[in-house]
């Protein structure tokens, strides 16, 4: 059994997803989707060193043996199974919003720890995406964790869910599911300061631009939800999420 280490990581290096079998100290070939990022982009090259990681926790130090214009092939040295993730599991349930805004909520949510990715089609949404659309948006989104997962050391890939409208997503919960459930709201009383720390994770759900209708917030309060404030300012869509991970993270995660 590999022993698992917590670190941060020593110095910039080029991280690189390989979801495929990697094999320790043998040679592997990148994706092809990569080698134009790592030739023309970071213009790498032979004797350069890279670190390739699985999405499932393990990293492997590697050095570019070779490159073409259409492939790079990679020397793996060790396996190591190194653990950067939070001690706090979020999920992350997030109405779809417009523009880049989703993507930037879903690429800083990664940086920040979250587990997991659940977008909602609510009734303020202004973006409706159904059936093709939705799941090229979910790939686009899932290309965008990797990416981040890339940047910021994560080795565990989180997953991002398919599109659901909200009140379907709802009906999948239990009723007396374990965990704190949040739902953020400028209007509510409750600050999350005054929280506790839960016994388990978090599901933390988001509005879009406009917010949640009172129908929808009814329906979240029934399925267990607490609605929190996060102060006297009303947040943009973009903002909110993200300032509830920090504060979870310095309160109950690894800030």
């Given at each position: 059994m590999?022993?698992?280490?917590?670190?941060?990581l020593?110095r910039?290096?080029?991280?690189?997803?390989?979801?495929?079998?990697i094999?320790?100290?043998?040679?592997?070939?990148?994706?092809?989707?990569?080698v134009h990022?790592v030739?023309h982009?970071l213009r790498?090259?032979?004797?350069?060193?890279v670190?390739l990681f699985d999405g499932?926790?393990?990293e492997?130090?590697?050095?570019?043996?070779?490159?073409s214009?259409?492939?790079v092939?990679?020397?793996?040295?060790?396996?190591?199974?190194?653990?950067r993730?939070?001690p706090l599991?979020?999920t992350?349930v997030q109405a779809?919003?417009?523009?880049?805004?989703?993507?930037y909520?879903?690429?800083?949510a990664v940086?920040?720890?979250?587990?997991?990715?659940?977008?909602?089609?609510?009734q303020?949404s202004v973006?409706?995406l159904?059936?093709?659309?939705?799941?090229?948006?979910?790939?686009?989104?899932?290309y965008?964790?990797?990416?981040?997962?890339?940047?910021?050391?994560?080795?565990?890939?989180?997953e991002?869910?398919?599109?659901?409208?909200?009140?379907?997503w709802?009906?999948?919960?239990?009723?007396?599911?374990?965990?704190?459930?949040?739902?953020l709201s400028?209007?509510a009383?409750?600050?999350?300061?005054?929280?506790?720390?839960?016994?388990?994770?978090?599901?933390?759900?988001?509005g879009?631009?406009?917010?949640?209708d009172?129908a929808?917030?009814?329906?979240?309060?029934?399925?267990?939800?607490?609605?929190?404030?996060?102060?006297?300012?009303?947040?943009?869509?973009e903002?909110?999420?993200?300032?509830?991970?920090v504060?979870?993270?310095?309160?109950?995660?690894?800030f």
């Amino acid at each position: 059994m590999r022993k698992v280490e917590t670190a941060i990581l020593p110095r910039i290096m080029t991280r690189l997803y390989f979801p495929d079998d990697i094999p320790a100290h043998g040679e592997c070939t990148l994706p092809e989707a990569q080698v134009h990022h790592v030739v023309h982009v970071l213009r790498l090259a032979a004797g350069d060193a890279v670190t390739l990681f699985d999405g499932r926790g393990t990293e492997y130090p590697a050095t570019i043996l070779r490159t073409s214009k259409r492939a790079v092939v990679v020397r793996i040295a060790n396996a190591r199974t190194v653990d950067r993730e939070s001690p706090l599991h979020v999920t992350l349930v997030q109405a779809v919003s417009s523009g880049e805004r989703m993507d930037y909520t879903i690429q800083k949510a990664v940086e920040l720890g979250v587990s997991h990715v659940q977008p909602v089609i609510s009734q303020r949404s202004v973006v409706r995406l159904k059936s093709e659309r939705a799941e090229k948006r979910v790939a686009h989104w899932q290309y965008i964790v990797i990416a981040a997962c890339e940047q910021c050391g994560r080795n565990t890939v989180p997953e991002v869910a398919s599109v659901l409208p909200f009140a379907n997503w709802l009906a999948t919960l239990p009723a007396d599911g374990a965990g704190s459930r949040l739902l953020l709201s400028p209007h509510a009383d409750q600050p999350l300061a005054a929280m506790i720390k839960p016994a388990q994770g978090v599901t933390l759900l988001a509005g879009p631009e406009g917010g949640f209708d009172d129908a929808e917030i009814e329906m979240a309060l029934t399925r267990g939800f607490i609605a929190l404030s996060l102060g006297p300012r009303v947040l943009r869509t973009e903002t909110a999420a993200l300032a509830a991970l920090v504060a979870l993270q310095t309160k109950w995660g690894d800030f």
